[in-house]
C-alpha cells in the first residue's frame, strides 16, 4: 500500500532583512515527503536547514515557491499538527516531568484527563516511566532529550521537526539515543523530519537522506535509504553503510 504524500515543498525561497541589506538564506528546496517517513537533513552549518524547519512549523513565512503539508498551505502561525524538538530539551526547571511533557497539551486546551493518560504512555515509550514526578535537575541530558521527545508528541501531531536534538550530548549516549530514536520512531508511526551535521548518524536513522549544499540552501539531493529493520550500530561498518555515506559526503563536496 503507497504512502500518502505528507510534505510538499517546491522551489521554497527565504530571504532574512536586515537594516542594510537582504540576506538569501534558502535558494531553492524542492522535496516531497511520504507519511511514516524518517527523513535525515543534512547540510553545512549555517546552509538553511533549521529555517527550513521554521517554515514547516509555521513559524517563518517563505518567501517563494510551495510549502504544503497533507496538501494544505501552511499559515505563518505554529501548527497544531507538529511537534519540534530542539538540540537543548528546553525543560521548564520548575515543572515536573510529566508537567512539562504536559504543556502543548495545555497551550492548546486539549482534555486534560486524555492528555495526562497520553503523557503517562509517552513516557513509558521513551523510557521514563518512573520519572514522570522528577524535576529536570534529576535527570541526565539524554533523559531530558527523551521528555522533550515524549513533549512533542503529546498532542499527537503529523510530523515532528528535530534540530539536531543529540548534538549536545557526548558521543556514546548519542549512539545510545540514535537507537532510542529509532524505536520510538517505530513505535509511535510519526513523519519526522531529523537535522543533523553527522553524516553517520544521518544514514543511520533516515529512511531517506535530505542533503542541503552550503548556503544559500539549495536540495542537491533527496534519496532513500535502503538498508533493512532493525538498524544496529554494527551497520556502520557494512560495506552498503559506506555507500550512502560516501555519497552523502560527496554531494557535500567533502
Same mark, same amino acid.
Request: net charge neutral.
Given at each position: ?93 520548575? %515543572? ?13 486546551? =486539549?482534555? *486534560? $484527563?486524555? @492528555?495526562? +493518560? ?99 540552501? %539549495? ?13 544496529? =550500530?554494527? *551497520? $556502520?561498518? @557494512?560495506? +552498503? ?14
Amino acid at each position: 500500500m503507497m504512502s500518502e504524500r505528507l510534505i510538499n515543498l517546491q522551489n521554497v525561497k527565504k530571504v532574512y532583512k536586515t537594516r542594510d541589506k537582504e540576506v538569501l538564506a534558502v535558494s531553492d528546496v524542492t522535496m516531497e515527503v511520504n507519511d511514516g517517513d524518517f527523513v535525515s537533513l543534512v547540510g553545512p552549518s549555517g546552509c538553511g536547514k533549521t529555517t527550513v524547519l521554521k517554515i514547516l512549523a509555521g513559524l517563518h513565512k517563505a518567501d517563494g515557491g510551495t510549502v504544503e503539508i497533507g496538501g494544505e498551505n501552511i499559515p505563518f502561525v505554529p501548527g497544531r499538527d507538529i511537534g519540534m524538538v530542539f538540540q537543548q530539551a528546553l525543560l521548564l526547571k520548575w %515543572r515536573r516531568i510529566l508537567d512539562n511533557v504536559l504543556l502543548p497539551a495545555e497551550i492548546l486546551g =486539549l482534555p *486534560m $484527563k486524555a @492528555s495526562r +493518560e497520553r503523557a503517562l504512555d509517552l513516557l513509558e515509550m521513551v523510557g521514563l516511566g518512573g520519572f514522570a514526578n522528577r524535576y529536570p535537575y534529576e535527570l541526565s541530558g539524554g533523559m531530558q532529550q527523551r521528555a522533550s521527545i515524549a513533549r512533542a508528541l503529546v498532542h499527537d501531531p503529523k510530523l515532528v521537526l528535530m534540530d539536531e536534538p543529540f548534538g549536545a550530548l557526548d558521543a556514546l549516549t548519542r549512539e545510545k539515543m540514535n537507537l532510542e530514536m529509532l524505536r520510538i520512531w517505530a513505535e509511535s508511526k510519526k513523519t519526522i523530519l531529523f537535522v543533523t551535521h553527522s553524516i553517520p548518524e544521518a544514514v543511520l536513522l533516515g529512511s531517506h537522506c535530505a542533503v542541503l549544499t552550503a548556503g544559500p540552501a %539549495r536540495m542537491a539531493e533527496h534519496f532513500p535509504i535502503d538498508l533493512s529493520y532493525p538498524r544496529t =550500530l554494527a *551497520m $556502520k561498518t @557494512s560495506e +552498503e553503510f559506506g555507500v550512502y555515506s560516501r555519497r552523502i559526503y560527496k554531494l557535500l563536496d567533502m
